[in-house]
C-alpha cells in the first residue's frame, strides 16, 4: 500500500510515520511536509531509509496533484496548529488549513484516491465545566478562535467533496495529543521544558480549563482503524477519557519533578479561551473495535517527561524562539 502522509514531519504525523514503518512493513510510506517552523526533519530520522521525503506545500496544486496520482491513500496531518498563533496571525491558517485541504480534495476527486482527514475536537466549540453532555458525531459545529474555525471550515469541504463528488474520504475529531516529539509551543512540552530549566509553569488565566489528552500512539492507532475498518463518508471522534484541569496537569508534572505544588505563574489568558473539551468516543469503539492502550495519564506524563529530559537535542533549538513569541503576548 502507497501511503501519501501529508505534515509528516510534525508532532502527530512524525509518530504516525514512525509507528506505520515499524508495525506495517507493507506500506510505502512517501511524506508531504514544508517544514515550516513546526516541522523537524529529525523526527524522521529513525526512519529515515525507509521513506521518501517531499518538501513542499500542500497548498500546491501541482505538487499535490503528481504525488496523489502515486498514492493508494492520502492521510492528511499538515495544518497549522497552535491557537495562539492564530490570534496573532490567521493568515497561514486559511491558507494551509482550508487551501491545501481544497487543494487536496481536488486532487483526490481526479485521482479516486482514499483519503483520511485529521481534525480536531476544537470544532464543536466548549462545554460548561459541569455539562453532563460530551462531543459526538452528531454535535454540531461551534468553532471559537481562527485555528479551530479553519479546520471546521477543512471539515466541511470533505464533507461537500464526500456529499457531491463520492470522494472516498473520512474525517477523525480527537482530543489534545500529547507524547514525545511534541513542539515546545505545547501545553505540556511547554511546561516540562520549563521545569527542565528550573523556571515555573506557566498557567492561562484560573487554569480551570479541561482538555481530554490521549497519547498520540492511540491516537494514530484509532487513524489506522479508520483507514481500514471505516465507512467512506464517515465521521469518527477519537477520545481516551483523560479529561483533566489544566491545575491538575501541572500538579502532576511538579510533583514528578518533586517542586511544590503550588509553584505556579499565574499568566495572561488565551483570548476566547475554550473552557472544556470531552469527548464520547463510543462510535470507534462499538463500531470499529478500537480502544486506548495509554490510560493512565500519571505514567503517560512521567515517560514524556523521560523523553524530554533524555532528547534535549531536539527540544532545545526551538525554545529560545518560542519563549520570546509568548513574551510578547504576556504569556
Ligand atoms: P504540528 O504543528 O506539530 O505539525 C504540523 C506539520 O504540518 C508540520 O510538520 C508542518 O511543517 C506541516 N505543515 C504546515 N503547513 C504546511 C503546508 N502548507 N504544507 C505542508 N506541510 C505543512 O501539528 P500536530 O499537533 O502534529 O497536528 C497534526 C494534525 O492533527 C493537524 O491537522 C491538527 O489540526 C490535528 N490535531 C492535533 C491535535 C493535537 O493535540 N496536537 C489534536 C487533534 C487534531
Ligand atoms: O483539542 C485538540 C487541540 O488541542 C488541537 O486541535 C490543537 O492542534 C492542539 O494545539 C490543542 O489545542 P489547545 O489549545 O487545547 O492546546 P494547547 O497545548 O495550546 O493548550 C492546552 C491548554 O493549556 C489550554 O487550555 C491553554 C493552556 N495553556 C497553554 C499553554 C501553551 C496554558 O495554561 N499555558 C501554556 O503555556
New binding site residues.
Given amino acids: 500500500m502507497r501511503v501519501l502522509v ?8 512524525s509518530s504516525f510515520v514512525r509507528s506505520t514503518v515499524a508495525r506495517r512493513p507493507d506500506a510505502q510510506v512517501t511524506v ?5 517552523y ?2 523537524d526533519l529529525s523526527s524522521l530520522a529513525s526512519v529515515s531509509d525507509d521513506v521518501t521525503f517531499v518538501r ?4 500546491d496544486a501541482d505538487l499535490v496533484d503528481d504525488l496523489v496520482s502515486r498514492a493508494d491513500v492520502v492521510v492528511h ?6 491557537n495562539d498563533n492564530s490570534l496573532v496571525d490567521p493568515s497561514p491558517f486559511v ?2 488549513n482550508v487551501v ?1 485541504t481544497f487543494t487536496l480534495l481536488e486532487a483526490v476527486r481526479r485521482h479516486g484516491t482514499r483519503l483520511h482527514h ?4 476544537e470544532v464543536y466549540g466548549d462545554l460548561a465545566l459541569d455539562d453532563p453532555n460530551r462531543f459526538t458525531e452528531t454535535t454540531a459545529y461551534e468553532p471559537s478562535s481562527p485555528y479551530s474555525a479553519t ?1 471546521a471550515s477543512s471539515d466541511l469541504l470533505v464533507r461537500a467533496w464526500v456529499r457531491s463528488f463520492g470522494v472516498h474520504a473520512t474525517i477523525s475529531n ?4 500529547y507524547g514525545p516529539f ?2 515546545v509551543e ?1 501545553f505540556i512540552p511547554r511546561q516540562i521544558t520549563e521545569l527542565i530549566e528550573g523556571r515555573a509553569p506557566r498557567v492561562y488565566g484560573a487554569g480551570l480549563n479541561v482538555r481530554d489528552w490521549i497519547h498520540v500512539d492511540d ?1 494514530n492507532e484509532a487513524v489506522w482503524t479508520i483507514i481500514e475498518r471505516g465507512t467512506p463518508g464517515e465521521t469518527y471522534l477519537i477520545g481516551a477519557d483523560g479529561e483533566r484541569s489544566n491545575l491538575d496537569v501541572v500538579r502532576d508534572l511538579l510533583a514528578i519533578f518533586g517542586r511544590g505544588a503550588d509553584e505556579i505563574e499565574f499568566v495572561a489568558d488565551r483570548a476566547g479561551h475554550d473552557l472544556r473539551y470531552a469527548i464520547d468516543s463510543t462510535r470507534l469503539r462499538t463500531e470499529l473495535g478500537w480502544e486506548p492502550r495509554f490510560t493512565d495519564l500519571a505514567a503517560g506524563l512521567a515517560s514524556t517527561v523521560d523523553w524530554y529530559r533524555a532528547n534535549e537535542a531536539w527540544w532545545r533549538p526551538a525554545k529560545v524562539s518560542t519563549e520570546e513569541r509568548y513574551a510578547r503576548t504576556g504569556q
Fill in positions: 501529508t505534515g509528516g514531519a510534525g508532532f502527530i504525523g508531504l511536509d514544508a517544514l515550516t513546526a516541522g513542499g506545500d500542500v497548498a496531518f499538515a495544518a497549522e496548529s497552535h491558507r494551509t491545501g485529521v481534525s480536531t475536537d479546520k480527537c482530543s489534545n495529543n511534541q513542539h505545547k491516537h
